[in-house]
């Protein structure tokens, strides 16, 4: 029996590896299952991707709490968009900003600890904060790779591809028409960031 030797064993590697990337680029599914090592479910995720893909630029999500949507769209998608293109510019909000760092923190740690990532390129840049961060790419833009905000976070004049409203209604600022007020005038501001042709994604829990 012939033995590998290690040309043929990275030759098998390199083989290996282009294949997770082009099936990776392909699907946010694949990318997130097999690239970043989510538990995804199939009969679950692939169908959200499906979704994602479709032509409006506002998506809205309701599902109940244990089914990943922060991890596929947040994170998951986050990352995808910018191992696709590194010029994209990303923001992630909360009902509550702390919890929004809750967002970045994983991101963060995937471009510095999973080496899958630098078959892109994915390298930390500036700045590198719990609140923003910056991949290193060619183009200059003010804005961040991916940034926080939370309801009552002042919006500064920025433009983003991509806007996340994860989870802006809690269990707290549901009860009060008031808080719902608020929530609303947030977001419609918010929308004033948003890139004419970006993709806004609207992330709830059911609570009945």
Aim: contains cysteine.
């Amino acid at each position: 029996m012939q033995l590998l030797t290690e040309q043929n064993r990275s030759e098998l590697e390199t083989i290996f590896e282009d294949y997770e990337k082009k099936e990776a680029e392909k699907s946010l599914f694949y990318f997130g299952k097999y690239i970043l090592g989510f538990d995804l479910d199939e009969s679950v995720h692939q169908e959200w991707e499906i979704t994602l893909k479709e032509g409006k630029s506002l998506k809205l999500y309701l599902m109940p709490r244990g089914h990943y949507k922060t991890t596929f769209f947040t994170i998951a998608n986050t990352l995808h968009g910018l191992c696709l293109d590194k010029t994209k510019r990303f923001l992630l909000a909360n009902a509550v900003f702390d919890n929004a760092k809750d967002f970045i923190a994983p991101i963060k740690t995937q471009i510095e600890r999973n080496p899958k990532l630098k078959w892109w390129g994915l390298e930390p840049g500036e700045p590198w904060s719990t609140e923003e961060i910056s991949i290193k790419r060619d183009t200059i833009h003010k804005e961040p790779s991916v940034s926080i905000a939370g309801i009552g976070s002042q919006l500064p004049s920025q433009h983003h591809d991509v806007i996340d409203w994860d989870d802006l209604v809690n269990d707290k600022n549901k009860t009060h028409k008031e808080y719902i007020d608020k929530v609303i005038s947030w977001w419609k501001d918010s929308l004033n960031l948003l890139e004419p042709n970006g993709l806004g994604i609207m992330l709830g829990t059911r609570w009945h």
